[in-house]
């Protein structure tokens, strides 16, 4: 129980994902929480949840005992109450009755569990998935920076197969997205099967690809250009020394969602896919416009931010409205 994982980043202009993101949904959000400092507690609160879970997800690599673990052989069963006997271990006694921290274990234990059976049937030799499956705490919860273009982010976790690199992230705190639940339950088991159960949906691409872009200077990659689209923004390319590769042979990423399905039984949902280069110029293009930036508009998001004293009259989803005596309805304006 030694690790304890920390929120780790560095001042603006370096940039996050994070802070991307919230730069391309409101500048104005961006200044006041990224520059200004401003830091509402609700936002504080669902972190820290996350990072507890995060860290048990974290430990649950080191306590595992692989030797014990092979000789479990194939019986689902047993490997299920190994993982989950595993997790329960790391947690507090006080907290073993915390729902939302058991059905994330219960989920977790079952990704797991068909991530270790698929490696088992596809590489067979015990050295192999053991090095496929065991995640070392070199490829869990890595703070990276990129110097280059000044970027810097924490990748939760990064699985190894062959000269690929998949860039892996828990969400913990947050509820599937209909698109991946709908995508997940529809999928041929079949295709699921070939890749952990999963399902492959365009979504998170920012998030995925900014930690691709950092990953990929890492290990000897580099982006560079020498041209420009009809809009004049760089053709980025993706290169090691003077070779021009394709990202997607080499970068993929996987969203986990852990949690509980409709009839209660623990479910993970995954959202796969490979990164883009196109993603990769958009965010290498943009980052140097975003801190050439003076003028922090408002834009129109789709919720509202509580905190916010002067939001755009389309942030709507959030706006408080007040219904007068005559039947009317009064959007509160700033
Ligand atoms: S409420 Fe709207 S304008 Fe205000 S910070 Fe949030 S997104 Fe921006």
């Given at each position: 129980m030694s690790y304890k994982s920390t929120y780790t980043t560095l001042p603006y202009?370096?940039?996050s994902q994070s802070r991307y993101k919230k730069f391309v949904g409101c500048p104005y959000q961006f200044k006041r929480m990224e520059i200004d400092g401003y830091n509402p507690e609700e936002s504080k609160k669902t972190m820290r949840q996350g990072t507890v879970l995060h860290d048990y997800f974290y430990m649950f690599f080191d306590n595992v005992d692989f030797d014990y673990l092979w000789d479990l052989g194939t019986d689902r069963d047993k490997i299920r109450f190994y993982f989950l006997t595993v997790l329960r271990g790391l947690v507090p006694v006080e907290k073993i009755t915390d729902q939302h921290f058991i059905r994330n274990f219960k989920a977790f234990a079952k990704f797991e569990l068909d991530h270790y059976l698929n490696l088992r049937h596809t590489l067979i030799h015990k050295i192999k998935v053991r090095l496929a499956w065991w995640c070392p705490p070199s490829r869990r919860e890595i703070f990276t920076t990129n110097d280059t273009h000044m970027m810097c982010g924490t990748v939760d976790r990064i699985l190894v197969e062959g000269t690929k690199r998949i860039i892996m992230d828990y969400k913990t705190g947050t509820s599937v997205p209909k698109a991946v639940r709908d995508e997940a339950e529809s999928a041929d088991p079949l295709i699921r099967a070939k890749k952990y159960t999963s399902a492959t949906i365009s979504i998170y691409t920012v998030q995925a690809t900014f930690y691709a872009i950092i990953d990929a200077y890492i290990q000897g990659f580099h982006f560079a250009y020498d041209s420009y689209d009809k809009n004049g923004d760089a053709k980025w390319e993706f290169y090691r020394g003077d070779k021009k590769l394709s990202i997607g042979n080499y970068y993929e990423y996987i969203f986990l969602w852990t949690g509980f399905g409709g009839s209660k039984r623990p479910v993970y949902f995954m959202a796969y896919k490979k990164v883009h280069i196109k993603s990769v110029r958009a965010i290498l293009n943009r980052l140097p416009k975003i801190r050439a930036t003076e003028d922090w508009k408002r834009k129109p998001n789709i919720r509202r931010c509580d905190?916010?004293?002067?939001?755009?009259?389309?942030?709507?989803?959030k706006i408080q409205q007040f219904k007068l005596f005559n039947g009317d309805v009064r959007f509160e304006l700033y």
């Open positions: 202009p370096w940039m905190w916010c004293p002067i939001y755009h009259i389309e942030c709507k989803d």
